[in-house]
């Protein structure tokens, strides 16, 4: 039975070995909620097995510029809010203050004389105006419900600009598009990011740390030795001196 993309995706981080050249040796290592960020001796291998492009990428050491856990957040959905619920208030006070049905004319259509057609007419009138006031009334109804669809309207907003509030780890590339993880469920973001970027950071090689230990040990060790023979000679110079005189 053939293994679900996901997993066969998830294995890729755990076999980083697999993916390393000849001398890459891996030095640390990110488990985030949804990702793995791994950095080896000359790359960083980030793991994006759930995302719905790419599902791995690398970057040269070099080429890796700050790491940060930043709060991303989608102000437009805010200032759509405020508009909206601003929207909402003004026509709800305007419903509130305006009676549109009253605008509609109430006349006195009885007729004072028996004219043919007069009865015909006050008819047609009076069907116009009561099409006139029910049209108010609509009107004064749909402000009273815009008012409130507004404010539902706002709420969304609202709702939506709080789920787009969300942390999320950044490595800036230089060069390339930067590398944007989700950090949701992380305690101590900021301290992960400098642990990270610590890591990613060139420093002094095994070898390099090896060979400065071993001059600064013979050195001392010279030292030792000088300073022993002249203990074990104490009148030496004194004694050459004489000679010379």
Partial sequence: MAEPPTERDDRWSDNVDQLCADGETVERRVDLERAAVVVTSHRVLVFTPSASGRNFREVERPNVGTVTVETDQRLRQLCWALVAAAAGIAL??????????????????????????????????????????????????????????????????????????????????????????????????????????????????PEATDATAGASQRSGNERSDDDRARNDRPGSEWLGDEESG
Avoid: H, K, M, Q
Avoid at 186 to 203: F, S
């Fill in 92 to 205: 709800v006070e305007t419903a509130r203050a305006v009676d549109f049905a009253g605008f509609a004319p109430d006349p006195d259509l009885e007729p004072t004389a028996a004219l043919p057609g007069v009865e015909v007419i006050t008819n047609a009138v009076e069907t116009v105006l009561s099409a006139i006031e029910t049209a108010l009334l609509v009107l004064d109804w749909a402000v009273l419900t815009g008012g409130v669809a507004a404010f539902i309207l706002a709420v969304g907003f609202v709702v939506r600009y709080v789920r787009s509030r969300s942390r999320r780890l950044r490595i800036r590339v230089n060069g390339g598009s930067d590398v944007e993880l989700s950090a949701a469920g992380i305690d101590r973001g900021a301290d992960l990011a400098a642990d990270l970027e610590t890591a990613i950071r060139p420093g002094p090689t």
